[in-house]
């Protein structure tokens, strides 16, 4: 089954910019969703199909998906920013959804 | 506007069984797969399956074929998921999310139930 690949831990100084990875096998031909999960709460959706943002999500949030890593970039990182991200694909090949183990953003 | 709202705690015991419900409301029902998605404690999200509640068609994760079983009930635009033979590392909250998409061809989880936590205990 495919994998996805996120580093546990990033940290960050407020006002600096975070660059937050997922790996996996070609994920440059995929679709890369991001969610967002604040302690105690649902995940939302922060970036979809690469670098695309839905309403609400900050200009601040970025996407890109090259090769075997796709990157979520925060610039200008708030406190309120800190949270665990995930990352998610849609495997063709077994008909799964796959969420990456998800990263947690320290704002220092 | 869309809201997912879920069933309460629920406390069982190994080898039980558990049902999972989620309203739906501000949308129409049948249009969007219902996905479930677990999350043990201290650790990240992990995929479960989707039905679709306009036809009752379901793709379970091969880890939970036969021991989850997803349905709905259009009339009362609910879905529903039970996970039977409960383990401890059953153990977990689980969310619905419905699923959307933004015109390009990919689909998303756009939005997400509160969660409700399974907690199994001898």
């Known amino acids: 089954s495919y994998v996805l690949t996120q580093p546990p831990s990033v940290s960050v100084a407020p006002g600096q910019t975070a660059r937050l990875t997922c790996g996996g096998d070609n994920i440059g031909r995929k679709p890369v969703h991001w969610y967002q999960q604040r302690p105690g709460q649902a995940p939302v959706l922060v970036v979809y199909?690469?670098?695309d943002r839905p309403s609400g999500t900050p200009e601040r949030f970025s996407g890109s998906n090259s090769g075997n890593t796709a990157t979520l970039t925060i610039s200008r990182v708030e406190a309120g920013d800190e949270a665990d991200y995930y990352c998610?694909?849609?495997?063709?090949?077994?008909?799964?959804?796959?969420f990456g183990g998800g990263t947690k953003l320290t704002v220092l | 506007q869309v809201h997912l709202e879920q069933s309460g705690a629920e406390v069982k015991k190994p080898g039980a069984s558990v049902k999972v419900s989620c309203k739906a409301s501000?949308?129409?029902?049948?249009?969007?797969?219902i996905h479930w998605v677990r999350q043990a404690p201290g650790q990240g999200l992990e995929w479960m399956g989707w039905?679709?509640?306009?036809?009752?068609?379901?793709?379970?994760a091969q880890k939970f074929r036969g021991t989850v079983t997803m349905t709905r009930d259009t009339s009362n635009s609910t879905a529903y998921m039970e996970l039977s033979r409960l383990r401890f590392d059953d153990t977990a909250v689980y969310y619905c999310?419905?699923?959307?998409?933004f015109g390009s061809g990919s689909y998303v989880f756009d939005f997400w139930g509160q969660g409700t936590l399974v907690t199994l205990s001898s």
């Open positions: 501000g949308y129409s029902f049948t249009d969007h797969f």
């Open positions: 039905i679709n509640p306009s036809n009752g068609d379901t793709n379970y």
């Open positions: 199909d690469d670098s």
């Open positions: 998610q694909v849609w495997d063709n090949d077994s008909d799964h959804w796959v």
């Open positions: 999310a419905r699923e959307g998409s």
